[in-house]
């Protein structure tokens, strides 16, 4: 009898811990234009999050079928307006030049300053570094972009270095659709180690 009740007592405490360890699993929204994200910035860091354990879900304007710059084609799973902050550990804004639509969307800045107070992660790539520059996320802070939108990041206060990738604090930027892999992996670091 006591054996069966170390193998339950056993049993429970495994089952507590694997159910504590799902409900910490990571999450990442990644916010990408109705029309014209650069595929392999939303294709690439999402395959690097997940192989990594990271749950990934897509968000946009419009739950119809989004349209990539070289033709990917997604559904989003949730509306942008329906994305809270605290329920993610990064907010991720994918570039291509559709990604113009959210520089001025105040949605899109309250999302990014909300991340940003509540101790989130908020990155974004190519050209939507502009998005988080025009909602004040990147004043003071080291960041990149697309270089044609350097003078976009300056305005907005940031410090631009034209790297590739660059992390400030909780602000991740990287420049462009060459950059995918290496914005994916410091988005891995930031939310993993």
């Known amino acids: 009898m006591k054996k069966i009740l170390l ?55 419009s739950l119809n079928q989004a349209k990539g710059m070289l033709g990917a084609r997604f559904k989003p799973d949730v509306l942008i307006q329906d994305v809270t902050a ?4 990064a907010i991720v804004f994918v570039g291509g030049a ?9 949605l899109a800045h309250k999302l990014a300053q909300d991340a940003l107070n509540t101790n989130r992660i908020v990155a974004a790539i190519c050209i939507a570094p502009v998005t988080l520059a025009k909602a004040g996320a990147l004043r003071g802070k080291r960041a990149t972009v697309w270089a044609s939108e350097a003078g976009q990041l300056k305005a907005g206060g940031a410090s631009y270095t034209g790297r ?3 992390r400030d604090g909780n602000v991740i930027t990287a420049s462009g659709p060459i950059a995918s892999a290496e914005f994916a992996q410091e988005l891995v670091k930031a939310m993993l180690y």
């Open 86 to 89: 605290k329920d993610y550990d």
């Open 98 to 106: 559709g990604a113009s639509q959210y520089w001025d969307d105040p």
């Open 164 to 166: 590739n990738v660059e």
């Open 7 to 61: 193998i339950l007592l056993l049993l429970l405490t495994f089952t507590s811990y694997a159910q504590e360890g799902a409900s910490k699993m990571k999450k990442a929204v990644m916010i990408i234009a109705q029309d014209g994200f650069r595929d392999e910035e939303l294709l690439v860091p999402k395959e690097i999050l997940e192989k990594n354990g990271i749950e990934v879900k897509i968000a946009s304007s």
